[in-house]
């Protein structure tokens, strides 16, 4: 698999198999080959993810209306 993907071209490649799965063409060793390849990029999108959700701030205003920067929290944090 190519590591140098980024989140898109992971998504394509990710909808692609999937839609290949979904045809039914595909022998046993294929669609298991496929599937394989389905949750290497699956994982690979899922890090994506929690990488940019880490670098993700939220901007509010204080009570003098001035934007601040904010950590980003979870709400079941």
């Known amino acids: 698999m190519d590591e140098d993907l980024n989140f898109e071209d992971s998504i394509e490649k990710l ?4 839609n290949d799965l979904e045809k039914g063409n595909l022998n046993l060793d ?3 080959e496929k599937f394989e390849q389905g949750i ?3 994982k690979k999108c899922n890090e994506f993810l929690e990488k940019a959700e880490k670098k993700i701030s939220i901007l509010i205003k204080d009570e003098n209306n001035e934007i601040i920067e904010e950590d ?6």
């Not at 980003?72 to 944090?77: A, C, P, R, T, V």
Request: proline fraction near 0%.
């Open 15 to 18: 909808e692609n198999i999937a």
């Open 72 to 77: 980003f929290k979870k709400e079941n944090d």
């Open 30 to 32: 294929e669609s298991v």
């Open 40 to 42: 290497k990029l699956s």
